[in-house]
């Protein structure tokens, strides 16, 4: 229908086109607030830079998206780079609601010791024979040494609730003494040295495949699903995010936040414990000198990737495992151009550097101010 140039106000068809094109300009002007609120959601940097880490990869490593299908299961290095992010995806879960509630925790690298250590010297492995074929058994069945283990990781995650949550200690002093001791404790049990399993089925957990996928992804992504459902789907969720904001009055409130500060830490123990078996099953042994060796930088920095702030209150789960996987690609990308190892850690502080930056109010501040004074000089030239 179209609108005439000098319109009948008594017309109603010229009301009815009228109301039309106001109903158009207004979904047009609409638009750019619509991508404005978009390029503003806390999951639109996450992504873009792990689109743009990949991008890169595309262009220097030859072949890097290609998939092959070989002996039943996927190769490539993409799945390479997923199978290698699953235990930083469960630890950066775990890390995530500690430091929704204003905590850290740095002893997640030395419960991955721990609870490797605990699986691998309870599994080990013996040969036995089997009608005339010898084969390893393991020295006690296998689930029990798993129980056993993440019992372990459990155990370590109340030490540092009771300290947090019951005696006041500051988070990073708690987990410190967990950090130094955990990992001496898990070398003692080792006595130093590497121990060996032999026992396949263990070998499953984190080299193992599922529909031509590594397992060790659905144990991430199911780990991922049951902590998301809680968060969003009961209170939980919101009490933590109120315990981060403001504990004081979360706990007037009736928030008991003892308890739930010393649930999180728990539940980042037994994260790190889970990790801790598919690191040592990957590799088919407990070194308890180097399993797990500055994850707690990684599960730190992949949060803080996520969106999560240092300062607590509201998380994002999806944020966080979006994190690891751009830590994962990141250190992917660095070994196969030939880079040396140490160079990672310096990107690794740079990355660290630019996120605290970018969570300054300052800099923030900084940042809007000199934006605002752009925009005034090209309004003002444009009025001149």
Same mark, same amino acid.
């Given at each position: 229908?179209?609108?005439?140039?000098?319109?009948?106000?008594?017309?109603?068809?010229?009301?009815?086109?009228?109301?039309?094109?106001?109903?158009?300009?207004?979904?047009?002007?609409?638009?750019?607030?619509?991508?404005?609120?978009?390029?503003?959601?806390?999951?639109?940097?996450?992504?873009?830079?792990?689109?743009?880490?990949?991008?890169?990869?595309?262009?220097?490593?030859?072949?890097?998206?290609?998939?092959?299908?070989?002996?039943?299961?996927?190769?490539?290095?993409?799945?390479?780079?997923?199978?290698?992010?699953?235990?930083?995806?469960?630890?950066?879960?775990?890390?995530?609601?500690?430091?929704?509630?204003?905590?850290?925790?740095?002893?997640?690298?030395?419960?991955?010791?721990?609870?490797?250590?605990?699986?691998?010297?309870?599994?080990?492995?013996?040969?036995?024979?089997?009608?005339?074929?010898?084969?390893?058994?393991?020295?006690?069945?296998?689930?029990?040494?798993?129980?056993?283990?993440?019992?372990?990781?459990?155990?370590?995650?109340?030490?540092?609730?009771?300290?947090?949550?019951?005696?006041? +200690?500051?988070?990073?002093? $708690?987990? &410190?003494?967990?950090?130094? !001791? #955990?990992?001496? @404790? %898990?070398?003692?049990?080792?006595?130093?040295?590497?121990?060996?399993?032999?026992?396949?089925?263990?070998?499953?957990?984190?080299?193992?495949?599922?529909?031509?996928?590594?397992?060790?992804?659905?144990?991430?992504?199911?780990?991922?699903?049951?902590?998301?459902?809680?968060?969003?789907?009961?209170?939980?969720?919101?009490?933590?995010?109120?315990?981060?904001?403001?504990?004081?009055?979360?706990?007037?409130?009736?928030?008991?936040?003892?308890?739930?500060?010393?649930?999180?830490?728990?539940?980042?123990?037994?994260?790190?414990?889970?990790?801790?078996?598919?690191?040592?099953?990957?590799?088919?042994?407990?070194?308890?000198?180097?399993?797990?060796? +500055?994850?707690?930088?990684? $599960?730190? &920095?992949?949060?803080?990737? !996520? #969106?999560?702030? @240092? %300062?607590?209150?509201?998380?994002?789960?999806?944020?966080?495992?979006?994190?690891?996987?751009?830590?994962?690609?990141?250190?992917?990308?660095?070994?196969?151009?030939?880079?040396?190892?140490?160079?990672?850690?310096?990107?690794?502080?740079?990355?660290?550097?630019?996120?605290?930056?970018?969570?300054?109010?300052?800099?923030?501040?900084?940042?809007?101010?000199?934006?605002?004074?752009?925009?005034?000089?090209?309004?003002?030239?444009?009025?001149?």
């Amino acid at each position: 229908m179209s609108i005439p140039l000098n319109p009948d106000p008594m017309n109603p068809d010229h009301l009815s086109g009228a109301r039309l094109q106001n109903v158009q300009n207004d979904a047009n002007s609409s638009s750019p607030t619509t991508l404005r609120l978009l390029l503003r959601h806390p999951l639109v940097r996450p992504l873009a830079a792990l689109a743009l880490l990949l991008a890169v990869d595309f262009f220097l490593i030859p072949g890097f998206f290609r998939l092959e299908w070989k002996d039943g299961h996927l190769y490539g290095s993409l799945i390479d780079i997923v199978n290698r992010a699953a235990p930083l995806i469960l630890t950066a879960l775990g890390m995530t609601l500690v430091i929704a509630t204003r905590g850290i925790d740095i002893s997640v690298g030395a419960v991955v010791a721990i609870s490797g250590t605990v699986a691998a010297l309870l599994i080990g492995g013996t040969m036995e024979m089997h009608n005339g074929v010898p084969e390893y058994a393991s020295r006690i069945p296998m689930l029990w040494a798993l129980a056993a283990a993440m019992g372990a990781a459990i155990l370590c995650g109340a030490w540092n609730g009771f300290l947090v949550a019951t005696l006041g +200690l500051q988070p990073i002093i $708690a987990t &410190l003494i967990l950090m130094v !001791g #955990g990992r001496g @404790l %898990a070398q003692l049990l080792t006595d130093g040295q590497i121990i060996t399993v032999y026992y396949k089925p263990f070998f499953y957990i984190g080299s193992g495949y599922l529909f031509g996928l590594p397992f060790s992804l659905f144990i991430a992504i199911g780990v991922f699903l049951v902590v998301a459902l809680l968060m969003r789907k009961t209170a939980l969720g919101l009490f933590i995010e109120s315990v981060g904001i403001n504990p004081v009055a979360a706990r007037l409130a009736g928030i008991r936040t003892a308890a739930l500060i010393f649930f999180v830490y728990m539940f980042c123990s037994a994260c790190a414990g889970v990790a801790g078996l598919m690191i040592s099953s990957n590799i088919k042994s407990a070194d308890a000198n180097n399993a797990g060796l +500055l994850l707690e930088l990684d $599960a730190i &920095l992949a949060v803080t990737l !996520g #969106g999560t702030s @240092l %300062a607590g209150g509201k998380f994002s789960l999806v944020g966080s495992a979006i994190g690891a996987l751009i830590i994962q690609a990141l250190t992917y990308t660095i070994y196969s151009m030939g880079v040396p190892p140490e160079v990672n850690m310096v990107v690794k502080s740079v990355v660290v550097f630019a996120v605290c930056l970018s969570q300054s109010p300052e800099f923030r501040g900084l940042g809007a101010a000199l934006s605002g004074g752009a925009a005034g000089a090209r309004s003002s030239t444009g009025k001149k």
